[in-house]
């Protein structure tokens, strides 16, 4: 183990141990250095590597803290790990969002709340009008298809599985903006799944809402089956959006 290393183990099990809490400010830098029994060198690698992870966070002038730790912005640097493995991976990564989403939609079918339905129904409300807009505005409607799935993904009342799902979606959009543009009728059938989704919800229908969930990413997978490896939706949304 390098002595950076030791440093990201260092402070990662005072963490876990409660020496540091979220929101803790971390010692001064001569006082953790001989903490950890490193110099300043390592240690301040180590804290940047750290921060990157979303554990810290340093001000200038103020010093560096222990961030809230949340669990959506520690599960972000997956998203790199989907990166890197390619075009190749895209079949693989929809196949894990599918299981991630489906699970979220069954769990959120009896913990959303009415306001949330509601603001569900707005957004398929506008999309129902893009749908009928000449042209289309194909990168909004899918702006409204990440926050209607970022909805039920909240409502499952698990940090864990909405932070996957935001690493494994994410990387999904550009698939899901070729299929809008490229596919005939696929942002109809889109709205009509996601109807069918909303209904299932406001029935506190879980089965139903995991069915319904189930039957729309997989009608996404088939479509994007036939997609170019090359192929580029651009203009469109940032992937990792």
């Not at 940090?159 to 959009?173: D, N, Q, S, W």
């Not at 596919?183 to 069918?196: I, L, Q, S």
Request: overall charge negative.
């Amino acid at each position: 183990m390098s002595r950076t290393e030791e440093v990201v183990d260092g402070i990662k099990r005072m963490i876990l141990e409660g020496a540091l809490r979220p929101g803790d400010r971390l010692p001064i830098e001569k006082e953790l250095a001989e903490v950890l029994g490193v110099s300043r060198g390592p240690l301040r690698e180590g804290v940047s590597a750290l921060s990157i992870l979303g554990i810290l966070n340093t001000r200038q002038g103020d010093g560096t803290y222990v961030t809230n730790l949340d669990v959506t912005r520690l599960l972000a640097p997956m998203g790199f790990v989907i990166d890197i493995q390619g075009d190749l991976a895209a079949q693989h990564t929809h196949a894990v969002r599918r299981l991630l989403e489906c699970e979220a939609a069954r769990l959120a079918a009896t913990r959303i709340t009415d306001e949330a339905l509601r603001d569900a129904g707005a957004l398929l409300d506008e999309a129902a009008r893009i749908v009928g807009d000449e042209p289309q505005h194909h990168e909004r409607l899918i702006e409204t298809d990440i926050a209607f799935h970022r909805i039920i993904a909240a409502h499952s009342d698990n940090p864990v599985l909405v932070g996957l799902i935001e690493a494994f979606a994410g990387r999904t959009v550009r698939g899901r903006l070729w299929r809008s543009l490229h596919e005939e009728g696929a942002d109809r059938r889109t709205h009509e799944e996601h109807v069918a989704i909303l209904r299932a919800l406001e029935a506190r229908d879980p089965e139903a809402a995991r069915i319904r969930m189930a039957n729309h990413l997989i009608g996404v997978e088939e479509s994007l089956r036939g997609r170019p490896e090359d192929g580029d939706p651009s203009p469109g949304p940032d992937d990792g959006a």
